[in-house]
């Protein structure tokens, strides 16, 4: 069983930056997948970014953020962080970590065994 617990969301203008951390418990956080997921309102949760639990450089990312998104994982504080850099207020949203054992990065949701409870991303025009 893995536990996630996101932080790091907040009130920001566009063209600012935040980054996200999800901490997640357990001796197992190097044999799993991570990804960042959001869900606007309305909308239907989609897929943001995922790193590998093979190699940290195995990345994944939306159209819609890459370039300005930057995931990473310390394995040894066994947190994953997203950096989002040059904020537009469509990236409002609250933000899912989703962690997964053994999988290569992956886009899909379904493919997620475990999920944090969310940390809202505002960002004001």
């Known amino acids: 069983q893995v536990q996630l617990v996101e932080s790091g969301g907040g009130l920001v203008q566009a063209g600012g930056s935040l980054r996200l951390s999800c901490a997640a418990s357990?001796?197992?956080?190097?044999?799993?997948?991570m990804g960042w997921f959001r869900q606007a309102p309305g909308k239907e949760r989609e897929f943001v970014a995922a790193?590998?639990?093979?190699?940290?450089?195995?990345?994944d990312y939306s159209n819609s953020v890459k370039g300005r998104f930057t995931i990473s994982r310390d394995n040894a504080k066994n947190t994953v962080y997203l950096q989002m850099n040059s904020l537009k207020p469509e990236d409002t949203a609250v933000y899912y970590c989703a962690a997964v054992e053994l999988r290569e990065a992956t886009p899909l949701s379904t493919d997620y065994d475990y999920w944090g409870q969310g940390t809202q991303v505002t960002v004001s025009s």
């Open positions: 790193i590998s639990w093979r190699s940290s450089s195995a990345t």
């Open positions: 357990g001796r197992t956080f190097t044999r799993h997948t």
